[in-house]
């Protein structure tokens, strides 16, 4: 039994994300917006990376692109050096909308979706589920409906259905948005603990500066739009971390300047 | 004594049609409304059990026989609808070209009076049952079509994606996402034809079969057995009412999730 599960964890062996002078342009009636113009950016393995920045600044293209849903304008995004040409296990998403999850399929059938198309054994895709919604602490609502359960734990359920396939990099946009204040520093202590068991690289946009600095070991600022890096502010505190320490604040700050704040 | 909120609901949903069949009653009793061409309720009770219970002639003991030859030809034409229009009506929704080819057809066909394909019908599968089959499986094959196509084309961005970043296949995406997403509009079509089948299926036997509840109801129309009319049109609305429920029992099992029409 603990085998499996430090098996399981094991596999989630981390890979890094490359982005080279990546532009992104949308059309539309008025013209064309350029979202993303001439990014370099690099996500290390294992390494939990935030993105903090305006509305609409492009953060959402970029998170599309390294998705695998939408394509670049130019320049390159890798993934393990490898071009990200379309979505795949490699890759997974949690969406800000829980709506993203199936409405019609219970906890449990979210989690085995992502083993469908695995070379494992019906015990084995049984036993993988259950040790990931253990890892996401969800294992007494393995038989519950979305419609049954909380905000937090659907995007519990979100998180869980993308590691079970042992996916390399997890890309989050604005998770915990729609969420309270409490479960949202609830939810973002559970993730931390996912991450520290499986270090899996994680990339996650957010509007709120206190939920950067918590999470991140790097927090990045973007510019309004088209987007570029208006700082990089590396964190590097011992989790769990105390939102009034006085290093907290100083990191703070940085990004709050550089928000124009 | 007051009664409790639950009688008095049950009461106030019995009321008013009681109050009408008194009323009914009375007025044809009293006052000989519709000049002895319309039968009072009680008339309508008699004839509606000979016609089920009395011995074998016109209009005695041929209710079973004739409320299962309409029933089959509902069943027959409903599902031969569904089995065409759902799969067709989800390959419009999710294929441009599928829809360029076929939706204009769709619409240009579907203003056309159901009941006015009757001739090619008669001319396709003679008098008899399968004519009736036939009309019954237009007439519902276009609301199915139609939902179906409408619940396949508003697929959320959000579904298809969380189902292409977990590698689904094509296939998987259809059955695991697609159709279940398509569901609940598909079932508001399946009602709606259902109800369709039912008033078709009595046309159908006007004037094309030589059997069922609709052709009893017009030869008893013929005869001036006024009684027997009525008692054919309550068992139609009897039984296309308890269809409806066993569609809704469908819906509530397997759309349970669908916070919609799960309740």
């Known amino acids: 039994m603990v085998n499996t599960v ?30 993303i113009d001439g990014l370099d950016l690099n996500i290390h393995a294992g390494e939990f990376l935030c993105i903090l920045g305006p509305s609409g600044c492009g953060k959402s293209s970029l998170l599309n692109i390294l998705a695998g849903f939408e394509a670049p304008t130019s320049g390159s995004a890798l993934l393990n050096d490898k071009p990200i040409t379309g979505p795949s296990r490699l890759q997974g998403v949690v ?8 409405p019609w399929l219970s906890v449990q059938d979210h989690v085995a979706f992502g083993l469908k ?52 990099v997890l890309l989050m946009d604005e998770p915990f948005a729609a969420l309270d204040a409490m479960t949202r520093q609830r939810m973002q202590k559970k993730l931390i603990e996912i991450w520290q068991a499986t270090r899996i690289t994680v990339m996650l946009i957010t509007h709120s500066v206190d939920e950067a600095i918590y999470l991140s070991n790097r927090t990045l600022v973007f510019t309004k739009r088209p987007a570029s890096i208006a700082v990089e502010i590396p964190v590097d505190m011992a989790h769990p971390r105390v939102v009034t320490d006085p290093e907290f604040n100083r990191l703070k700050s940085i990004a709050l300047t550089h928000l124009g704040f | 004594m007051t009664p409790s909120p639950r009688t008095a609901v049950l009461l106030r949903r019995i009321a008013p049609p009681l109050a009408v069949l008194l009323l009914w009653q009375y007025l044809v009793q009293q006052f000989g409304i519709g000049d002895g061409f319309v039968p009072a309720p009680t ?47 989800i390959l419009i929704g999710r294929s441009k070209v599928a829809s360029d080819l076929l939706d204009p057809i769709l619409q240009l066909l579907r203003p056309i009076p159901t009941a006015s394909w009757i001739p090619f019908c008669l001319i396709f599968f003679g008098i008899g049952s399968s004519a009736a089959v036939a009309l019954v ?9 139609l939902n179906a196509t409408a619940g396949a084309r508003h697929i959320s961005t959000l579904h298809l994606r969380s189902a292409r970043m977990l590698d689904a296949t094509r296939l998987q995406i259809l059955w695991r996402v697609v159709l279940p997403a398509a569901l609940p509009s598909l079932l508001v079509g399946a009602r709606i034809a259902l109800g369709l089948a039912w008033m078709l299926v009595v046309i159908s036997e006007m004037v094309a079969v030589k059997s069922g509840i609709g052709y009893e109801l017009w030869d008893a129309y013929y005869y001036n057995r006024m009684d027997v009319v009525v008692a054919a049109m309550a068992t139609v609305g009897l039984f296309g009412y308890l269809s409806d429920l066993a569609v809704r029992l469908v819906v509530r099992k397997y759309l349970f999730w669908h916070v919609d029409t799960g309740k």
């Open chain 2, 137 to 145: 499986a237009v007439g519902a094959f276009f609301p199915i079509v």
């Open chain 1, 95 to 102: 969406f800000q909308d829980t709506a993203a999850l199936f």
């Open chain 1, 117 to 168: 198309n695995t070379p494992l054994s019906a015990n084995e895709k049984k036993e993988k589920v259950r040790s990931t919604l253990a890892l996401v602490g969800l294992q007494d609502f393995a038989e519950k409906w979305p419609h049954q359960l909380s905000g937090g734990m659907r995007q519990l359920v979100s998180i869980a259905r993308v590691l079970v396939t042992d996916s390399r």
């Open chain 2, 43 to 89: 008339e309508v009770v008699l004839a509606l059990e000979t016609w089920i219970f009395g011995e074998p002639s016109r209009y005695s003991g041929t209710w079973l026989t004739s409320l299962t030859d309409s029933a089959l030809r509902v069943a027959a034409g409903f599902f031969a609808a569904l089995i065409i229009g759902a799969p067709l009506g």
């Open chain 1, 6 to 35: 430090n098996a399981s964890n094991t596999a989630h062996a981390a890979a890094g994300i490359v982005v080279r002078n990546l532009r992104k342009v949308y059309r539309d009636a008025t013209g064309d917006v350029v979202a």
